[in-house]
C-alpha cells in the first residue's frame, strides 16, 4: 500500500460497519443489570415474543449466536457421522464447520453467478442417500431460491436449515425469512442489521424448539428462570448432553429496541443502495448487486463487482485504492474450499467452485448501514469512480 499517494478528499476513515446502537438500547441495558435477573429471563422471553411476531414465525429460540442455532438444529434432527449436509461454498466458515461440530460431511456446491447463492441445480445433482439436510445461506440478504430447495428436500425426505445470518428483514414470493417451520437461524453479531453485540435466533415450528431449548442449555428439561422464580421447582433432569447456548437478557435488551428500529434502519438500507447501484450502474467497469423481483431483499451487505479486464488493477488493489481514500471495505467470502482446513481435508482444488472462485477475485463489500449520513455516501461514490477512472484501461 505504500506506494498509493492520493490526497484523500475525506478526512476521517469511513468504518465497514459500526453498529448503530440507541440510547434506547443502553438505558434497557441499565434497566436489566439494575434488576435482579441478568441472565436468560423474561427480556429474552419479549425478545422471542416480539422477534416471532415480527417475521411471522411460528416460534424463535434466541441463542448467543447464529452458529449455535445451526449447531443446534443439526443436533436436535439428529445429524451425525455418515451424513451428508449440502451447503453453499459462498459462506462464512461457520456455516459449514457446524457440519463438522456434528460429525458428518459437508457438501459443498457452486452458487448462482448473478445472486452468488447456492445454484438448486448443483443441489439437485449433490444429492446421495447420506444426504439428510441442505443448508443454503441468504448471501447478502438476498433470498436463497427456497421455494426449489424445499421441493428439493421433500423429495428427498431430508431437512432444510436456512442460514439466514443476512436475511433480516427479508422476503421470498411474500413470505418472510424465519416465517416456515423448517429451521431458520439469524445473527446478531456487532455488524449485523439487528445486534445484540453477540446473538442469534432460531425460528421454527413450536414442537422443533421445545426440543431445541432444551439442546441448546445444557440437556436440561427446565431453564433456570423457570426453576429460580416464583413458583418455580429445583428439580430437573438432564435427557441429552446439550450446549451451553442461552442467550443473556443483556443482550436480550439491546436486541429489543433494535428489533423496533428495523423497519426504520431497512428503509435507510434500501436509500443507500439506490444511491450506490444509481451511481455505479452507469460504469462498465462496475457490476452493481441484483436483486430478483419477487424477493425483498434485506441489503445487509453491498456487494459491488469489479471488471477486472476493464480496469489496470484487481480487486486487491482496489481496495487499498479506497483504504487509500479513507473508506473502509471487507470481502465477502473466501469460498470455504480455499481455506487449508476444507482443502486439506476434501481435497478440494480452487477450479471445483469456478463461480465462487471467479466472483471471489473481483468483489468488494462497500460500507452500508443506516448510520451512514448522505455525505458518506457520496463519499463512497466519488472514492470508487475515481479509482475507476484513475485505473481504467
Ligand atoms: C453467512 C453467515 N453465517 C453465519 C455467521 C455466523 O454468525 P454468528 O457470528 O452470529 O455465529 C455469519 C457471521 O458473520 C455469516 O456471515
Redesign the pocket.
Known sequence: MTDIIVRPSRREFLPFSPPLVGEEEIREVVDTLRSPWITTGPKTRRFEEEFSAFVRAPGALALN????A?HTALACLGVGPGHEVITTAM??A??VNVIEHVGARPVLVDVEPDTLNINPELVAAAMTPRTRALLP?H?AGHPAERDTLEALARVGDIALIE?A??ALPASFRGHPIGSGPNPV?F???A??NLTTA???MLTGSTDFLDDARVMALHGMSRDAWKRYDQGGNWRYEVVAPGFKYNMTDVAAAIGLWQLRKQERFHRRRVEIVEAYTLAFGAEEALEPPVRRPYVEHAWHLYVLRIRPNLLRIGRDRFIDELTARNIGTSV??IPVHLHPYYRKKYGYTPSDFPVAVSNFDRLISLPLHPGLTDQDVSDVIEAVLDVVQTYRR
Do not use: N, P
Open positions: 449466536s447464529c452458529t449455535a445451526m459462506t462464512f461457520a456455516t445461506v448471501f442460514d445470518a443476512h437461524a445473527s446478531f453479531y455488524t449485523k453477540e446473538g442469534g465477502h467470502f
